[in-house]
C-alpha cells in the first residue's frame, strides 16, 4: 500500500509564498507520475499542476500558471509544490496524488487517473 503524506501548509499574507512537500512511502521501487490538487470550501475538487515521474514534464492549472511550480526529488521520493504571488482564492486544501504511469513522461490531470492521495494540508492566504 503506498501512502502520501502533504506538509508545508499554513496560513500566509497575499503576495507571499509557501512551499508544499509530499512524501511517499511503501513500494516506491518505482516513481509514480504526480498530481497537486485543491479543495476550497463549497467546491469541487480541482487540478492545480502534474509532473510526470521523470521530472521532465510538467502541466498546470491556467489559474497559477507562472506562479505555482512542481518538482519532484526521486531520490527521496518527494513531490514538491511552490507556490508564489498566492492570492486569497488560492485558499483551499492541498491534496497530492500519485499514478501509475506508463512512461517516464505520463502526465495526469484528472483526478480518476490517480491511484493514490495524501490526506490534504490547508492552505490559507489572507487579504
Known amino acids: 500500500q503506498v501512502h502520501l503524506v502533504e506538509s508545508g501548509g499554513g496560513l500566509v499574507q497575499a503576495g507571499g509564498s509557501l512551499r508544499l512537500s509530499c512524501v511517499t512511502s511503501?513500494?516506491?521501487?518505482?516513481?509514480?507520475?504526480g498530481g497537486w490538487f485543491r479543495q476550497a470550501p463549497g467546491r469541487e475538487r480541482e487540478f492545480v499542476a502534474a509532473i510526470s515521474r521523470s521530472g521532465s514534464s510538467a502541466n498546470y492549472a491556467e489559474s497559477v500558471k507562472g506562479r505555482f511550480t512542481v518538482s519532484r526529488d526521486n531520490a527521496q521520493n518527494l513531490v514538491f509544490l511552490k507556490m508564489n504571488s498566492l492570492k486569497p482564492k488560492d485558499t483551499a486544501v492541498y491534496y497530492c496524488?500519485?499514478?501509475?504511469?506508463?512512461?517516464?513522461?505520463?502526465?495526469?490531470?484528472?483526478?480518476?487517473?490517480?491511484?493514490?492521495w495524501g490526506q490534504g494540508t490547508q492552505v490559507t492566504v489572507s487579504s
Open positions: 511503501g513500494p516506491t521501487y518505482m516513481p509514480y507520475a
Open positions: 496524488a500519485a499514478g501509475t504511469a506508463v512512461s517516464d513522461d505520463t502526465i495526469y490531470v484528472r483526478g480518476s487517473e490517480y491511484n493514490f
